[in-house]
């Protein structure tokens, strides 16, 4: 800082130099009395110290001050007093620009807060629709119905994806832990996709026992029903097991299965894999989110699996590093 | 007989639960002026009221209020904004219970039983279902014929009741299939011709032959031939 202040003074510094060599040669070659100099160097020099000691003073209190409001959001109106004219346009710059970002932040604030609740109101405007047809095709029994229903079930879940999607990136606070039955969220989830199951003549081996776990059912059954949804999805024929080991939850089925240098990035963000381009419709968001989702609740969720043979994910439910509340 | 008020604004919607709920004897009526509801809610003097949450002019929590005002009688919501948020609000302002849409019809009417068993005791109805003089009693899930009680497991019942309410109607094995899955038993197509043979033999060694007949490759169906 002092260095820097120096600096910005050499200009003076150097003035006051050259006039004393100045004056000191012309008296020395004109042969004058030298000794007369020596009591108006000593007082401008003991003058020219204190100016810039008080200069320094006010520049170094100017410096801490635009320090501390450097972490401020709202710098303007804060600015130390302009003491000259460059200040003083630099200043006045410093304010426009941050009316300028202050305008720009609160617009693209109300855009997202529109987009949001836009999402939230498309998505109970589209489920009276799907609630109108899943309800028509109840109470239908045929081949064509079954067909219908799932794949009704599917944009029910594309519809979900939309608003967990929006929610992800909000704070932890949409998070409410309970106790809850790990057996009932997933025999929910299974009759959600009994039509499928149903359909493409799976056998559901259900191994889940009972068991108690601090979780948002919320987000851990969009966790559940996007893994159910993918297993059947890659599941021709065969069974899907769904059971408890070791405090995990696992879903295995005798799928297709996921080739191997696919598996590493299988949770990446918009990452499909083989399987995902033969299947267009991928979108590679589904496990990204499960991920995500996981992250959040603490949990460990890992995938295995073998082409042709099958495919097993696993989702560690304890919280270790977690106390809950 | 109950009565039912059903205030939502999608006919379509309205008009699957008015079906599907008429099948387990409850009258219904659907709201058709959404001005005023309370009026239509006094002549009708409902046993319970299912309650969509955005409807025109005023939406289902006004109207809650409105009712609970003047009545203790259940009410229940059917939203499609099911978000915790949602979900409290019905409740504080008095709702008995909330169903988001899009919802399972069964999971609806158990919903409806379930509070109108708490509301009104409702253990003195039970609804039966009769075919060839055998009853099936639902509120006790058992079959009695000839004076005589028939006994069965959970999934012989459930298949028999699919059957016997849809009498006269072809039944088909993934409806049947579907059924037993709603009630958390996830059988395959084995398990589900087993039950359906010991079924077929418990009901012939009580004499009713052939009241399960088989279409092959389509499904079941027991003839309505009471009609």
Known sequence: MLKEYLKSKAAVIGLFAFWALFIGGWFFFNSLDMNALTYPFCMTGIVGVIFLIVGYRKTKAKHDQIRMISDFVDVAGHLPEPSDVTERDLTDLIERLDGVFSERVSSFNNRTKDTDDYYTMWVHQIKTPISAMKLKLDSMDTDEAAVMKSQLLRIEQYVEMVLIYRRLESSES??????????????????????????????????????????????????????????LKYTNKGYIRIFVDDGCLVIEDSGIGILEEDIPRIFDKGYTGYNGRLDKCASGIGLYLCKRICDNLGYKISVSSKVGEGTSVRISLTRPDRTFE | MYRIF?????????????????????????????????????????????????????NGYHWCTKIREISKIPILFLSSASDNMNQVMAINLGADDFIAKPFDINVLTAKIQAALRRAYDFGNEVKIISCRGAVLNVGSNTLEYNGERIEMSKNEYRILYELMSNKGKLVSRSKLMESLWATDDFVDENTLSVNVNRLRKKLENAGLKDLITTKVGRGYIVEDTDA
Do not use: C
């Open chain 1, 174 to 231: 949409d998070y409410r832990f309970k106790e809850a039955e790990l057996d009932e969220i997933v025999r929910e989830a299974v009759r959600k996709f009994r039509t499928e199951f149903i359909n493409k003549h799976l056998t559901l081996r259900y191994e889940v026992e009972p068991l108690k776990i601090m979780t948002d059912e919320k987000w851990l059954t969009f966790v559940i029903e996007q893994l159910l949804s993918n297993s």
């Open chain 2, 6 to 58: 059903l205030v939502e604004d999608d006919s379509d919607i309205a008009g699957s639960i008015a079906e599907a709920v008429k099948a387990w004897d409850y009258s219904v009526h659907i709201v058709s002026d959404f001005h005023n509801v309370m009026k239509e809610f006094s002549i009708v003097d409902p046993h319970l009221v299912l309650m969509d949450i955005s409807l025109p002019f005023f």
